[in-house]
């Protein structure tokens, strides 16, 4: 029994997030604050010959007008530049030279005594720009497509084993498909912002809207040349990211610069269509050809993938890697390349890699199901398999057969009817598709401390985040758990610089790679007081060592006889000390490099299309998650259900679409570019295969923020195609697309 982990806890930052008691980055107010509005570039390629910007100068209250002419020199290196999530390459610095690399590049920072003039006098800025002929098109680029440079943390594509590409010409059945997922923007709902407060000294406390205060922190005092004391990082609570708030932002720069230069308090934020002027999920085409023998044995896997990247920095991802781990095939063949655009960098969106590069796998895998006559579940049944053949490794634990069986039974799919459109109501026409999901379950070196007072209140801290995840809820959990505490004595503490270290929140690690920590230091004050708890007089644990005791209700108390205890208060005073206090780390253990890590997931989605009109909603979908020990059923299953709306989006809505001519995304708003609404969200649950892993990290959790998306998209491209018998290869599926 435990009376915390595994529970349903509600989260504990709930009440101050709906009552408005959770700040935000620009919701830090200071007195004598100034504002800063970006001028963003219009054009995407060329030179900047002037700026003029002597009529919003003469604006009374605007402050300044930073330009590249009047930027200080800052840090010269780009190794000065390069945050811990930056891919190889040389970093976008803003405001830096004349030189435009990308549309809505930050060009002037307006500076002004409120928002509002500070947005007005940036419109009546003037760039002059010498233009240069742009590429933003990747189906054109793609011709110039290159292997990336390795990014640090992200698997290259394995070697080839076998020789697929002579095993898929002999294949008794073949399918070939070349699928596009468009570029995708995070939009969280918080838009960027960052609020610095400067102090008499100089010492600036920056709010920032970000996945890592840490991360953000470095950069900060490696480009401006200072010390982590005179520079603090501070982000409790973030407004949704998505991994947009992986590396740091160019607003967080623009605010400090203009903190320093200008020895005020200054606010940047910026605006939504600001928000389409940085990271995104890049545009993407691939191939993927499959070879089968009639009973469904996969002979031949070849995945291709292409995707942007930016001119200044090799971005890439994990996307082709799935395909030669999720199924046994002995013929082998996966390719990545990137090639540049004038567009800004892609940055991680949830689920870097696998959302469409599993999407590409999963749809091919339906058409080859298709072609079979095979049911799909059990065309993957029949290639499952045990063992990661990219890494010739066991799994650490793989629970993914009984997610297929769990979800096929909980959503009805014994009661499919194979045949495209063969499922109607009145008009409408009803498809059942299914794909699978995969995702890393990693864990990375956090460290954590902890401070337990004598009145029994335990406070722990890590530089960790929590971007509407759960964080803050499984962490006091688990400290909760292991010391006996009722949970409302527990406080967690993240989002602050000077916390412990931790890695910027993404990835799916923070669960694993904080909490690991967290149950470290639980352990170190668990022997400290143990250890206070025996030297007490006539200590009823005199002679108790650690595995004799628990650690319960405010007290420790000895596992043989109950009645044997000492209250954590008496060993306090015992101890003649106000509160005790430990610091633990905790990271990967050499023992995980002899297994595969990953989490799985089955996903059933159930749409129905209008017959006339082409129209599709997504009524249904049942996803089954192997995601090792689930801590807290609420906010992991909550982490599922988000992703899955985020994969519905995939499938049906998002899209950024450029407008070639000028190099731009054009639907730059939350009215055209589209997201799914309550009213685009039905029916969806989410069933937990629990397992055993001891493997992947000492609390057997594997992490949930992404998963949950994995797979989504493909599910509803065949839910699509079972319901019309209409195979759309390209991301999103809109009603032209059908019709
Ligand atoms: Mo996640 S895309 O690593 O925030």
Known sequence: MTAYIGKRVSRVDGRAKVTGGARYAAEHNVPNLAYGFVVSSEVARGKITRIDAKKALALPGVLHVFTHENTPRLARSDKRYRDQVAPPGSPFRPLHDDEIKYSGQPVALVVAESFELARYAASLVRVEVEREAHATDLESAGKQAYRPKKRSGIDRPPRPRGDADKAFARAAVQLDAELRVPVEHHNPMEPFATTVVRDEDGRLTVYDKTQGVQNVQNYLCNVFGCTKNELRVISPFVGGAFGSGLRPQYQVFLAVLAARQLKRSVRVSLTRQQMFTFGHRPATYQRVALGAKRDGTLEAVIHEAVAETSRFEDYSEVVVNWSGLLYRCDNVRLDYKVAQLDLYTPIDMRAPGAAWGVYALECAMDELAVKLGIDPVELRLRNYTERDQNEDKPFSSKELRACYLKGAEKFGWARRNPEPRSMREGDTLVGWGMASGVWEATQLPASVKAVLTADGRLTVSSATADIGTGTYTIM????????????????????????????????????????????????????????????????????????????????????????????????????????????????????????????????????????????????????????????????????????????????????????????????????????????????????????????????????????????????????????????????????????
């Open 476 to 739: 006091t959990q688990i400290a909760a758990e292991l010391l006996g505490l009722p949970i409302e004595n527990v406080t967690f503490k993240l989002g602050d610089s000077s916390h412990s270290k931790a890695p910027v929140e993404g990835g799916s690690f923070t669960a694993s790679s904080v909490g690991s920590a967290v149950k470290a230091v639980c352990h170190k004050l668990r022997a400290k007081l143990l250890k206070l708890a025996r030297t007490i007089d006539g200590s009823p644990l005199a002679f108790a060592g650690p595995d004799d005791v628990t650690f319960a209700d405010l007290e420790i108390r000895s596992c043989w006889d109950p009645s044997l205890a000492v209250s954590l208060t008496d060993v306090l005073r015992c101890g003649d000390q106000g509160a005790i206090e430990e610091e633990a780390s905790a990271g990967p253990q050499p023992n995980q490099k002899r297994y595969s890590r990953y989490t799985h997931s089955a996903v059933f989605a159930e749409v129905k299309v209008d017959r006339d009109f082409g129209t599709i909603r997504v009524t249904r979908v049942v996803s089954a998650v192997a995601g090792g020990r689930i801590l807290n059923p609420k906010t992991a299953g909550s982490q599922v259900l988000g992703g899955i709306v985020g994969g519905i989006g995939m499938a049906l809505e998002e899209e950024s679409v450029i407008d070639q001519a000028f190099g731009r995304f054009m639907n730059h708003n939350l009215a055209e570019y589209h997201v799914p609404v309550n009213a685009d969200v039905h029916d969806i649950e989410v069933l937990f295969v629990e397992e055993e892993d001891e493997v992947v990290n000492p609390l057997g959790a594997k992490g949930m923020g992404e998963i949950g998306l994995v797979g989504v998209a493909a599910a509803v491209a065949n839910a699509v195609f079972h319901a019309t018998g209409r195979r759309v290869r390209d991301l999103p599926i809109t009603l032209d697309k059908l019709l």
